[in-house]
């Protein structure tokens, strides 16, 4: 099984030294891959560029960053790549990216695919390009149909491969990797991993992103929310079998957003 994570830039020297910590942590199990975050209108951009690079001379593992297009312009887009080609990174994790609050202008490039489509006329093949899935949808899509036709334009301006949004009901990968096969695509489809170890953090990020949460497992998550213990259990055992599910069922890559700490998905990875 191949697996890959995702990081965010740190802010402070302490949270460097914790990163640096959790990606030794990691490294052990040779993943594919780590991705590095980008903040909305390119907010984290030097701290983005200084994560990826240090990754990259530190250890031994390929890394992407990810690139967001709203509210730059081609000039800076390709400034960045440029910066990225330089160094030797050579895969990007490609995004629209949030619009933030009270942004009127949101750049030369407004969507994915156009970012995607602009990398493909620059680099041609030099960077392999990453993009988002949504198997629920995403939260701006009118229905699942114009996520699909979303999706698809990404694939046909370039993409070489997608990870998911978290999810927690396996039904909904399978369905959307089914119904973008039936529109002749065939990209690899990573599911994104999103470890359970608090109850207000995953139903706050949930309702920001519009990922589902099974009732079933917001109730007990409800009831566990002040026994830390019991709690990451739970969280565990359904990621768990959410992993395996997916796995028994021919899934052979997994994307793990790590929130920058190792323990609870090294867990995961040790008992799968």
Same mark, same amino acid.
Not at 7 to 28: A, C, H, M, R, T
Not at 63 to 74: D, M, Q, R, Y
Not at 97 to 102: A, F, K, L, Q, Y
């Given at each position: 099984?191949?697996?890959?994570?995702?990081?965010?830039?740190?802010?402070?020297?302490?949270?460097?030294?914790?990163?640096?910590?959790?990606?030794?942590?990691?490294?052990?199990?040779?993943?594919?891959?780590?991705?590095?975050?980008?903040?909305?209108?390119?907010?984290?951009?030097?701290?983005?560029?200084?994560?990826?690079?240090?990754?990259?001379?530190?250890?031994?593992?390929?890394?992407?960053?990810?690139?967001?297009?709203?509210?730059?312009?081609?000039?800076?887009?390709?400034?960045?790549?440029?910066?990225?080609?330089?160094?030797?990174? &050579?895969?990007?994790?490609? *995004?629209?990216? !949030? $619009? #933030?609050?009270?942004?009127?202008?949101?750049?030369?490039?407004? %969507?994915? +695919?156009?970012?995607?489509?602009?990398?493909?006329?620059?680099?041609?093949?030099?960077?392999?390009?990453?993009?988002?899935?949504?198997?629920?949808?995403?939260?701006?899509?009118?229905?699942?149909?114009?996520?699909?036709?979303?999706?698809?334009?990404?694939?046909?301006?370039?993409?070489?491969?997608?990870?998911?949004?978290?999810?927690?009901?396996?039904?909904?990968?399978?369905?959307?990797? &089914?119904?973008?096969?039936? *529109?002749?695509? !065939? $990209? #690899?489809?990573?599911?994104?991993?999103?470890?359970?170890?608090? %109850?207000? +953090?995953?139903?706050?990020?949930?309702?920001?992103?519009?990922?589902?949460?099974?009732?079933?497992?917001?109730?007990?998550?409800?009831?566990?929310?002040?026994?830390?213990?019991?709690?990451?259990?739970?969280?565990?055992?359904?990621?768990?079998?959410?992993?395996?599910?997916?796995?028994?069922?021919?899934?052979?890559?997994?994307?793990?957003?790590?929130?920058?700490?190792?323990?609870?998905?090294?867990?995961?990875?040790?008992?799968?």
């Amino acid at each position: 099984m191949k697996t890959s994570f995702e990081f965010f830039p740190p802010q402070s020297e302490k949270g460097k030294d914790n990163l640096q910590q959790v990606i030794k942590q990691i490294s052990k199990i040779n993943p594919e891959y780590f991705s590095v975050t980008y903040g909305a209108g390119g907010t984290t951009q030097e701290s983005t560029f200084e994560t990826v690079i240090d990754i990259k001379n530190n250890n031994k593992v390929r890394v992407a960053p990810h690139l967001t297009c709203i509210g730059a312009s081609k000039n800076i887009t390709k400034s960045i790549l440029d910066k990225y080609k330089a160094n030797g990174i &050579d895969k990007v994790v490609a *995004l629209r990216g !949030d $619009i #933030p609050s009270g942004m009127q202008n949101t750049g030369e490039l407004r %969507y994915a +695919n156009e970012l995607v489509e602009f990398i493909k006329s620059e680099y041609d093949d030099y960077f392999h390009i990453e993009v988002a899935a949504y198997p629920e949808s995403h939260p701006q899509a009118t229905n699942i149909g114009t996520e699909l036709s979303n999706f698809a334009q990404k694939v046909r301006a370039g993409a070489d491969g997608a990870i998911t949004q978290y999810f927690y009901n396996p039904d909904a990968y399978f369905r959307f990797v &089914d119904d973008i096969e039936k *529109l002749g695509i !065939d $990209i #690899p489809i990573t599911p994104g991993i999103m470890p359970i170890t608090n %109850y207000s +953090n995953i139903v706050r990020f949930s309702n920001m992103c519009d990922a589902q949460i099974p009732k079933w497992i917001t109730e007990r998550l409800r009831l566990y929310r002040d026994d830390k213990e019991s709690l990451l259990a739970f969280g565990e055992d359904v990621v768990l079998k959410l992993c395996q599910t997916l796995i028994d069922n021919g899934v052979d890559s997994l994307h793990f957003y790590t929130m920058n700490r190792s323990e609870p998905i090294m867990n995961i990875i040790k008992k799968l």
